[in-house]
């Protein structure tokens, strides 16, 4: 049978950031760590300092070995769910956007604005040529 693996929310994992309540996601794995800040060899602040975010680039640099990786999976609670940051990102692309009427030069606006400009400047010099003549 397979295991059910609990997932979190980046929010919910922010929210683990004291020495008391520790966690740190690696790889879209969240760990808890409070029980193993005490024995953690780069010291307790490290892990502190990544709690409650994801620390995989952290993780990564401190070049850790391969028997501290297996020795994770002792913490390992759960994955971050990936879907409510899809969810944030479409909502934010759903945002209203400004209309053209509220800018002056919106990107529709901008279509026309350079030949009008060329055109305009071209009558003027066009007028003051004629005019000296």
């Known amino acids: 049978m397979p295991t059910i693996t609990k ?3 980046m929010a919910e994992a922010s929210e683990h950031v004291s020495s008391d309540d520790c966690w740190i996601v ?4 969240v760990y808890d760590v409070t029980k193993y800040l ?3 060899p780069g010291g307790d602040d490290v892990l502190v300092q990544s709690a409650g975010k994801d620390a995989t680039e952290e993780f990564e640099d ?3 070995s391969k028997e501290a ?3 994770m999976n002792t ?3 759960g994955e971050i769910d990936p879907s409510p940051e899809i969810i944030e990102k479409m909502e934010i692309s759903k945002q209203k956007k400004p209309s053209s009427s509220s800018l002056f030069l919106s990107e529709s606006s901008l279509l ?3 030949p009008a400009a060329v055109l305009g ?5 066009g007028f003051l040529y004629l005019r000296k003549k």
């Open 7 to 9: 997932l979190f929310s």
């Open 26 to 29: 690696v790889d879209g794995k």
């Open 38 to 40: 005490d024995e953690h």
């Open 62 to 64: 401190a070049g850790h």
């Open 69 to 71: 990786r297996e020795h």
């Open 75 to 77: 913490f390992f609670i």
């Open 112 to 114: 026309w604005a350079l």
């Open 121 to 125: 400047i071209s009558a003027i010099i």
